[in-house]
């Protein structure tokens, strides 16, 4: 039988992303919406969380998809209702936060899952393996996008929290943090904040091992989100969000047409769930962390959407 799961905050990621991807999952049928004005058709919905958990204790699995600020709120009082949890990314709006969800989930046995969405792309683990014995001589990042195509009027985006250009940034590095074989750390950034918003729109960052990133919301057309490395056998490039893998200019792993990242958390979901597992992977969210603590702020023009 399909575990009944519930989704909070009926907003852009859960209708493209989550609701199909529920509708298709051999795991999961979705039993309940809880938004203050999204709504699924033909599932039950609320507006209030906590009439939600009084409601529904037949709901053995919460998903949060609202933004990171108000998240940190209905993933404890769900914990401390004996529900699992998936979070999507960022896992929160601070790093703290998400230790307490760990700890709490801990103490109660029940299962944490810190999504990463771009870890599911389909040339990400071909990358990884591929990287795996060799040595990485350089590597960067370009996630170049246009943040009124992916977040179009979304303000939170450029509110304390919201993390501006690393809310996409972050996936970049969820990447990279899974697919090099040694850690890295950040040395340095440039965070260029519009003169009108509290959050960067573009990002420059250096880490050691000669890893740098170049992260920009304001590309209009093509859109571009490459990690490319250099290593001692030779050049490797995940293109299209991890979806496709070149080694030395040649595609040899991936789809770029065939987006497989959410039917994948899910599943992924499941496996924790059946296991009694969690799985709360902070490493992009420290480096984003060091950005905001270390980069230098420059102050660009005013954006509007
Ligand atoms: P969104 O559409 O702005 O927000 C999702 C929903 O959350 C909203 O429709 C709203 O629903 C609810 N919400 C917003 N602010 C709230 C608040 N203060 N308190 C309670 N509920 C609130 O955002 P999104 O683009 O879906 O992004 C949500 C999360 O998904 C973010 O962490 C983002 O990084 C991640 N994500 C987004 C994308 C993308 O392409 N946009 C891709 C991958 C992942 P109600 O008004 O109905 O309550």
Redesign the pocket.
Known sequence: MPTKIAL??????????HVPALAASPDFTLAAT?????EVAGVPSF?DFHAFLEACPDVPVVSL???????FD?AEAALLAGRHVML???PGATLAEVHELQALAASRGLTLYATW?SRMARAVAAAKAWLADKAVHEAHITWREDVRK??PG?D??FEPGG?GVF??G??ALSILTEILPQPVHLTEATLEVPANRQTPIAAQLRFTGHVTADFDWRQTGPQTWDITVETDRGPMALRMGGNVLEIAGKPVAGDADIMGEYPALYARMADLLRTRASDVDLAPMVHVADALSLGRRQTVAAFDF
């Open positions: 909070v905050g009926i907003g852009k990621i859960a209708v493209d992303q809880i938004s203050r004005k999204g507006t998809c609202l933004p990171p600020v108000p998240r209905y999507e990314k960022p969405h992916w977040h979304q939170w985006v993390m809310d996409p972050i996936n």
